[in-house]
């Protein structure tokens, strides 16, 4: 165990609708980041957020959007979805900001139909 | 955009034998991560090494960061049918004030009894 949660585990929906995804980090940890992992792309990282601020982004759709809440729990939000958005999404978080271990949570499983 | 090599992609042996997972970029990293995931699961830290050249020996997994930082190399001593599963190398960026993690496509290993 990790000590980062995600919620749902699984989450099966429909095009074009919305969806949140929840994350809490380890106790103490002020760094959360987003991957997105999918059997033709890998894990590619979303985001990152920082003690409440966005600190980095990576390949992220413009219909996705996180944030990250003075609990320090984060969500992440996949708007007008499509059927490639079908992926497994990651919550990694770690202590600081850069270069150290990140620790990911189980999971959240999409299937977009 | 940093990209890391991970080779091969897809690995079965007997169970006994031994094995070496390469990871490699053009890239230089500050440091770099073994990950080993289970179908459905998030990624589980194994390793992190952050100096050029660095070993660390885990019970029967030894890892080695390249010299100059821009490989690293996962060897099994004696694999057993447990350590089947997905291994992940990524490299955290060099000279950045943020934690995004670039991970290899990774290695499906199968232990056969």
């Known amino acids: 165990d990790s000590g980062v949660t995600q919620t749902p585990k699984h989450l099966i929906t429909a095009t074009g609708q919305r969806v949140t995804l929840r994350c809490s980090p380890r106790s103490g940890d002020l760094s959360v980041y987003w991957y997105q992992q999918s059997l033709d792309q890998g894990l590619q990282f979303l985001i990152q957020y920082y003690n409440g601020e966005e600190r980095a982004k990576g390949n992220i759709l413009e219909r996705f959007s996180a944030q990250q809440f003075p609990d320090l729990h984060s969500e992440l939000n996949l708007s007008s979805l499509e059927l490639g958005d079908s992926a497994l999404y990651f919550c990694?978080?770690?202590?600081?900001?850069?270069?150290?271990?990140?620790?990911f949570g189980p999971g959240t499983r999409l299937l977009v139909l | 955009t940093q990209l890391l090599e991970q080779s091969p992609q897809f690995l079965s042996i007997q169970e006994g034998e031994n094995l070496t997972v390469y990871c490699n970029s053009s890239?230089?990293?500050?440091?770099l991560q073994w990950y080993r995931q289970e179908p459905g699961e998030g990624p589980v830290l194994l390793v992190t090494?952050?100096?050029?050249?660095e070993v660390k020996k885990l019970k029967r997994l030894t890892f080695q960061f390249g010299d100059a930082r821009k490989d690293s190399s996962l060897h099994i001593t004696a694999a057993q049918p447990g350590d089947t599963g997905l291994y992940l190398c990524?490299?955290?960026?060099?000279?950045?004030?943020?934690?995004?993690?670039?991970f290899g496509q990774g290695t499906i290993l199968t232990v056969h009894p």
């Open positions: 890239s230089v990293f500050s440091s």
């Open positions: 090494v952050v100096t050029g050249g």
């Open positions: 990694a978080s770690s202590a600081q900001t850069s270069g150290e271990t990140q620790y």
């Open positions: 990524a490299g955290a960026a060099m000279g950045t004030s943020y934690g995004k993690l670039t």
